[in-house]
């Protein structure tokens, strides 16, 4: 019997045993692989920790997220890129406005960032344990881009850009969504809670608001293009973007740890202009989308 026959519920807990099962074994496997090359099962301890980071990132994304959704698909209909719909292409048009908005986004995410720390608790427990949080993940990424040869950036981008964005859209838009969607009988209640639980799971409270947004825009690409593909361009190309601006700054001796995106002069006129290019952009895909333009298989 096909997944897709059964209860929601029951697919939705197959869908987080395949997660928690690929989690375990691929982080099992990274372990063992980082004992056996630098002798010691702690990534920060090793001879060389971002090559550990690296591996670790990239079995730990494929476990989590890409096996996990495309053994979730097979379930359904014994198709391993139908139900997630990979097997589709997306309509030029689309592709055209998705290259211009991982441009404009950037500095509107960057203004929603600076705006989601600022509203955030500073002090008590609760803010204690939101930056701790904060902290470790800045801790692993501060050791990766600190590194500043071309060839450091490029193994970032294929792995922090290209397979996450890959893996996560795979899990989220490709799984998760569609669940969700046929659970509530409504598209835009699955593209909300996709996007609140892609947002949650990053346990990184202090850009909750602007990854939930991104969560919510990866959604409706989803949605509008009938294509998996379409969200995995504009999460990749976010995420490689975002690397190679840090990566620039960096290189120009510009502490981006401690940057906020209000203390660039000119700022606020800059994200107001590119919001606007941003919404135009977003309306034309919807007005794709409610055209009905034809899509290639």
Known sequence: ??????????QLVVLMLFMVGGMLIFNSLGELIILLIYHTPSILEASDPVTAIRISQALATVGAFLLPSLLFAYCQDRQWFNYNLANRHAPQSMVNMVLILSVTLLPVVGLLSSFNQHIMPQEGAVADFMRNLEDAADQILGLVTSQRSSWDLICNILIFAVLAGICEEFFFQGALQPLLTNWSKNPHIGILLTALIFSALHFQFYGFIPRFLLGIYLGYLFYWSKSLWL???AHVLHNALSLIIDYTLQGRGIDTDSLQYTDVRGSIPVAATCALVSAMAIVFLWRTYRDGETYDV
């Open 231 to 233: 969200p995995i361009l």
């Open 1 to 10: 019997m096909k997944l897709q026959e059964k209860s929601y519920l029951i």
